[in-house]
């Protein structure tokens, strides 16, 4: 077992909106944070900066996590600066265009299939062998509540959802036996800075659907991420949650 305090955790894609929320939760819980953003990204210095501001531990660092050198190299980059990754959380995404079905080509299937399957591939290959060498890992994927209710005009995304989905569920299967946790949060529709702006007929029909009667919050996704990673979450592998206020349950 390896100590909490002591632990290093990842969060790609954690420069900005989700992420970020999910990285300065996980540094309040009292993890040294990599905080990772594509190259050029300024904000990733910023985040870590905020944290370390915090009382937290937090180091910045810019990589492509779809290219495979770049992964490697991060993982790498992490380890030398902070220790060993414990916490792998991938939630790095790219554009997430509506696109009609009639129009979607192969290519903007392996745009998403980059991210949501390409990514986590490279990384877990990455941070695979000092897990297993400690006996010890949390593996935590943030996909998305589309994989069950997929909207129109978003097939390339909810196909590659749904496979990360798969993908979590085959690594925790054959992870377990080493201590590696693998499960999956799934979040309901939660307002971040690409939703600004939604028109309040939309979130009225959206909320309607919604049994708790509020919109989610990042905050609420980032408790999710932080128990799934804690040594409390040490026997639970495989599952999904899916923090959507209840939207699941329909009607």
């Given at each position: 077992?390896?100590?909490?305090?002591?632990?290093?955790?990842?969060?790609?894609?954690?420069?900005?909106?989700?992420?970020?929320?999910?990285?300065?939760?996980?540094?309040?819980?009292?993890?040294?944070?990599?905080?990772?953003?594509?190259?050029?990204?300024?904000?990733?210095?910023?985040?870590?900066?905020?944290?370390?501001?915090?009382?937290?531990?937090?180091?910045?660092?810019?990589?492509?996590?779809?290219?495979?050198?770049?992964?490697?190299?991060?993982?790498?980059?992490?380890?030398?600066?902070?220790?060993?990754?414990?916490?792998?959380?991938?939630?790095?995404?790219?554009?997430?265009?509506?696109?009609?079905?009639?129009?979607?080509?192969?290519?903007?299937?392996?745009?998403?299939?980059?991210?949501?399957?390409?990514?986590?591939?490279l990384l877990?290959r990455?941070?695979?062998?000092?897990?297993?060498?400690?006996?010890?890992?949390?593996?935590?994927?943030?996909?998305?509540?589309?994989?069950?209710?997929?909207?129109?005009?978003?097939s390339?995304?909810?196909?590659?959802?749904?496979?990360?989905?798969?993908?979590?569920?085959?690594?925790?299967?054959?992870?377990?036996?080493?201590?590696?946790?693998?499960?999956?949060?799934?979040?309901?529709?939660?307002?971040?800075?690409?939703?600004?702006?939604?028109?309040?007929?939309?979130?009225?029909?959206?909320?309607?659907?919604?049994?708790?009667?509020?919109m989610?919050?990042?905050?609420?996704?980032?408790?999710?991420?932080?128990?799934?990673?804690?040594?409390?979450?040490?026997?639970?592998?495989?599952?999904?949650?899916?923090?959507?206020?209840?939207?699941?349950?329909?009607?």
């Amino acid at each position: 077992m390896v100590a909490a305090h002591g632990r290093v955790a990842l969060v790609t894609g954690s420069s900005r909106g989700l992420g970020a929320v999910i990285a300065r939760r996980l540094a309040d819980d009292g993890l040294a944070v990599a905080v990772n953003g594509p190259p050029g990204d300024e904000q990733v210095a910023a985040v870590a900066a905020a944290i370390r501001a915090g009382g937290g531990r937090a180091e910045g660092f810019c990589a492509d996590v779809t290219d495979e050198e770049q992964a490697a190299g991060l993982v790498t980059a992490i380890a030398d600066r902070l220790g060993p990754v414990d916490v792998l959380v991938i939630n790095a995404t790219g554009p997430q265009p509506d696109i009609p079905l009639a129009d979607v080509a192969w290519a903007d299937h392996l745009a998403q299939l980059d991210f949501f399957v390409k990514s986590p591939v490279l990384l877990g290959r990455a941070v695979l062998p000092g897990m297993r060498d400690r006996r010890y890992g949390r593996i935590v994927h943030v996909d998305s509540e589309v994989a069950d209710r997929p909207p129109p005009n978003r097939s390339a995304y909810v196909t590659a959802k749904a496979a990360q989905v798969g993908l979590a569920r085959s690594w925790a299967r054959e992870l377990g036996p080493l201590g590696i946790t693998v499960n999956t949060v799934a979040p309901g529709f939660v307002p971040v800075e690409r939703h600004a702006g939604v028109p309040g007929a939309v979130m009225d029909a959206y909320l309607a659907t919604v049994p708790l009667g509020r919109m989610g919050t990042p905050a609420d996704i980032a408790h999710a991420v932080s128990f799934l990673a804690s040594a409390g979450a040490g026997f639970i592998t495989g599952q999904r949650i899916v923090v959507d206020g209840g939207r699941a349950l329909g009607g």
